[in-house]
């Protein structure tokens, strides 16, 4: 799996005449022209870029021997005769050129360029080319560990592949043969090497000393930080948040790795995923004076995101934004927040009550879930707060018969109310393999369209390619559900039912997830498979959204009968 440090270099072979030179060509570049960069020994690399010192002058070349006054290069480019011969009388020695694939001889420039001790988000440019490298992570990454000095090498390299493909966590699990690395990459898993079983442990120890946890401790669950600067390519220097859990298995202890780039992510409300429609209504809740605004969705939907770039939005000079929230998951400039703790009596409620002794402008409540924190928010929104919160509720409309749970009282809570945002995270198709097709009548049935509704061409899936791992999707973005509290709804939470609701949501054909998902799946954005992972069936079918969809879905359903 990995190339020990001790491998004995060829050109040290052919040296000791274990080997020809010729034996020598072949272990080092086989037939199709790929480089073992394991055997090349960086002695002869040293020695040939002596006499270059400006390296921009030389041509795409890797130095593999130097035996009896010539240098045998790899190249995956054909040299002109002049090139070679310049080549010849700078080094003054003679020059022979063996044709080498083009990846071996980026492979080979980027462990040249490799700095271990350093964690970089900056991509990887083709040297050939000058453009963006499409990496493929597994390989360049298990290159460059095999270049780790030591552990906390190892980590950085980690850290840094992470950053480079836009992950979030990096899992760190024991196995029987090794210590398996993935990347959670758009909400995603993927396996991206396994470091030998001789490291794995102490990979561990060293991120837990990284981590300022107690090493001797293996048996318990453990939970640290470490605050490292990364260096990106626009930015320079940037400060990163990495939140590190140890969790005890049957191999061992699995450490997560939380990358959490502390340049602040929030600020463009634009980017978020909301639509055409739902964007302005959303936009003219951020500039009311006073209510409430509910985000909703499980764990990992973005309406973190949603959330903070909202305050940030509305976080001006002149007004004064305090949270209170459990945990505190970005620190945001402007903005004062407030972390609960239960033990120290400050809860939800508590929190709440002490900002608002403090003349708030906006404030964030965390999460809604016992009756004071609804009553105290719910009051607070009708006396010239803005007040967000969120619920785990389904969708929308599920946020309303919830928040009557709880309790606050239906009139106020109906006056408080501006709106409620449902959402989750779909994945983009890969622009690099995207392709057209035509949707099938289940994909059709499933958004509730008729055939004649389709533009042909603007349904897109990706085939697959190294840049999404072959998974045709690539970065993710909201899908929302926005249900605007307008007169008529206002009245229904006030005195009528969920079925009022329902039937009236669907009379006015509202934002629904399905909807969005219409929006998203017939301009190419994402797809039906995709819709159908993170929004759950009763949100897609609910009442409200299928009243309107009767007719056309019918005579769909009769063609669909034998399948
Ligand atoms: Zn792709």
């Known amino acids: 799996m990995q190339n020990l440090p001790t491998t004995t270099s060829t050109w040290q072979r052919l040296k000791n005449k ?15 022209g790929t480089v073992n960069q394991a055997l090349l020994d960086r002695d002869v690399s040293c020695r040939f870029l ?7 002058s030389l041509p795409p070349a890797i130095p593999l021997l130097l035996w009896r006054g010539c240098y045998y290069l790899g190249s995956p480019v054909t040299l002109s005769p002049e090139a070679i011969a310049n080549l010849a009388e700078r080094t003054g020695s003679e020059i022979k050129i063996i044709p080498i694939t083009d990846k071996s001889y980026r492979a080979w420039f980027h462990t040249q360029n490799l700095n271990l001790d350093r964690i970089s988000s900056v991509p990887l440019v083709n040297p050939i080319t000058g453009e963006q490298e ?15 000095a030591d552990q906390i090498d190892r980590i950085k390299t980690l850290l840094s592949g992470a950053l480079r493909n836009r992950a979030s966590d990096i899992h760190l699990e024991p196995m029987p043969d090794g210590l398996r690395v993935r990347y959670r990459i758009d909400g995603v898993l993927r396996e991206i090497t396994t470091l030998p079983g001789d490291l794995s442990r102490r990979v561990v120890v060293a991120l837990k000393v990284m981590s300022k946890m107690d090493i001797s401790e293996n048996r318990r669950p453990q939970d640290g930080r470490i605050g490292e600067k990364y260096a990106s390519g626009e930015h320079g220097e940037m400060g990163m948040d990495m939140r590190v859990s140890t969790l005890p298995c049957v191999n061992g202890e699995k450490a997560v790795i939380r990358l959490l780039p502390r340049q602040n992510p929030f600020s463009n409300i634009e980017n978020l995923g909301f639509s055409k429609e739902t964007l302005p209504v ?15 969705g499980p ?7 949603t959330l903070y770039t909202s305050l940030q939005t509305v976080a001006k000079e002149h007004v004064n934004v305090v949270t209170v929230e459990d945990p505190v998951e970005y620190v945001l400039p402007a903005i004062t927040q407030t972390q609960v703790h239960e033990a120290a009596g400050m809860t939800f409620a508590a929190g709440l009550r002490a900002i608002l002794r403090q003349d708030p402008d906006i404030i964030m409540v965390g999460e809604i879930r016992d009756n004071e924190t609804a009553e105290t928010a719910v009051r607070a929104a009708l006396t010239g707060h803005l007040v967000f919160t969120t619920l785990h509720t389904n969708d929308a409309v599920g946020a309303i018969p919830r928040l009557k749970d709880i309790g606050p009282d239906p009139g106020l809570l109906s006056d ?8 989750r995270l779909v994945r983009r198709v890969c622009l690099h393999c995207a392709e057209p097709y035509t949707p099938s009548e289940a994909d059709l049935k499933v958004l509730g369209l008729g055939g004649q509704q389709i533009q042909p061409g603007t349904w897109r899936r990706g085939r697959g390619c190294k840049a999404c791992f072959n998974s045709g999707y690539l970065g993710r973005e909201a899908l929302v559900e926005l249900l605007d509290i307008d007169d008529t709804v206002r009245e229904i939470i006030y005195e009528g039912t969920m079925t009022h609701l329902h039937r009236y949501l669907g009379e006015i054909n509202f934002a629904s997830f399905r909807v969005a998902a219409i929006e998203k799946v017939t301009t190419g954005l994402t797809t039906v498979e995709e819709v159908l992972r993170v929004v759950p069936r009763s949100a897609l079918y609910s009442k409200s959204s299928s009243q309107d ?3 056309k879905l019918r005579p769909l359903r009769v063609s669909e009968t034998r399948n």
Do not use: N
Request: glycine share 6%; aromatic share 6%.
């Open 282 to 296: 959303y936009k003219t809740w951020l500039q009311q004076p006073q209510g409430m605004i509910i985000l909703t």
């Open 299 to 305: 764990t990992g939907s973005g309406k973190t995101s």
């Open 134 to 148: 499409q990496e493929d992570i597994s390989e360049t990454t298990t290159l460059y560990l095999s270049k780790a």
């Open 416 to 423: 408080a109310l501006l709106g409620i945002v449902a959402q």
């Open 549 to 551: 969809l009767t007719a």
């Open 18 to 32: 274990e080997i020809s030179c010729s034996e020598a060509l072949k272990l080092l570049v086989d037939e199709q």
């Open 50 to 56: 002596r006499h270059f010192p400006d390296k921009s």
